[in-house]
């Protein structure tokens, strides 16, 4: 994959894969001694790659390994490679009790986010929840952050081109109404 993602032009590629984390009852310092192992030969290969591998801090309800950009920071800098970093998902932050907007204000300026997913914690997109997704566009371009965003829902109601057209007109929305406010200012 970290190939593939380098031969299709892209500069990032996220590992959430809840179900490839998994840790055995009993196995917490040997599974995360082979999860550690692991992303370092993602590293070594994502640096050959020109590409940065980011590990994805999943909700604790989907994983028990790397519930928090700390946790993720934690294995990045043992393992020292600038073609290894972390991302933020807002599904999984609030899920597990983090302020998103604050999160992304406390890393963001450390230049160890390489990507934002948008999602809400009812597992729907931006917009269909009661995460403040205006406050986190405003600390993104607030901060200079120019790497991607994504919107990444689980349920798609009706359909997924209704789900992705509602997020779409979301986020412009929640764009457009922040240029006004500059603008007026």
Not at 1 to 14: K, N, P, T
Not at 19 to 29: F, S, T, V
Not at 80 to 106: I, K
Request: aromatic share 8%; hydrophobic share 40%.
């Amino acid at each position: 994959m970290v190939r593939l993602c380098a031969e299709l032009g892209g500069r990032y590629l996220v590992h959430g894969s809840p179900g490839q984390r998994r840790l055995e009852a009993g196995d917490d310092n040997e599974g995360r001694k082979r999860g550690i192992a692991y992303f370092a030969a993602m590293a070594a290969t994502a640096r050959d790659a020109g590409v940065v591998y980011l590990i994805e801090p999943l909700s604790r309800r989907d994983t028990a390994f790397v519930n928090s950009v700390d946790e993720a920071l934690e294995i990045v800098v043992a393992i020292g490679s600038p073609a290894l970093g972390t991302m933020v998902d807002c599904y999984a932050a609030a899920t597990d009790g983090d302020d998103v907007a604050a999160l992304l204000r406390r890393w963001l300026p450390k230049g160890v986010v390489g990507h934002v997913h948008f999602n809400d914690p009812n597992r729907r997109g931006p917009g269909e929840g009661e995460l403040a997704f205006g406050e986190v566009v405003d600390v993104l371009l607030g901060s200079g952050y120019s790497g991607a965003v994504g919107i990444e829902p689980f349920v798609y109601e009706p359909d997924g081109m209704a789900c992705a057209a509602r997020a779409i007109g979301y986020v412009r929305g929640l764009l457009e109404a922040r240029s006004r406010r500059a603008r007026s200012g």
